[in-house]
């Protein structure tokens, strides 16, 4: 599943409501990634290993949006897509009712407000 998080913070950029549009991009050996702002893009560049190995393992609920270890997730298989959900028995149950708008909206499909109802950077003056 294609998640959009921060390299370098770790947030969900879909959390933040950040749309895939409005995401910073880098390149990296090949690579794009998405960041919540230029600032974090600047400070992956410093040590691109090191930020990448650091979110190596992090997840996002579809259903709450909260960031996690992968091993701190519970695995379902939708459609044949592995679908990693933080452990919350709710956030379970309310993912199963309807799969398709969570993994929409965690791909950045639906869009989302965000905790902060704004584009751009997660740090607000």
């Not at 950040?18 to 600032?39: D, K, L, R, V, W």
């Not at 996002?60 to 990693?84: F, N, R, W, Y």
């Amino acid at each position: 599943m294609n998640t959009l998080i921060c390299r370098t913070c770790g947030c969900s950029l879909v959390r933040l409501g950040i749309s895939p549009a409005a995401t910073t991009m880098h390149e990296h050996q090949g690579e794009h990634y998405p960041f919540c702002c230029t600032a974090c893009a600047e400070v992956f560049r410093t040590d691109p290993e090191r930020y990448l190995v650091e979110t190596s393992d992090l997840i996002v609920c579809p259903t709450c949006l909260a960031e996690k270890p992968i091993e701190s997730a519970v695995t379902m298989t939708i459609d044949g897509q592995e679908v990693h959900l933080c452990r919350c028995p709710y956030c379970v149950e309310v993912f199963k009712k309807n799969p398709e708008f969570y993994i929409q909206r965690l791909e950045g499909i639906i869009p989302n407000d965000g905790v902060l109802d704004h584009e751009g950077c997660c740090v607000r003056p």
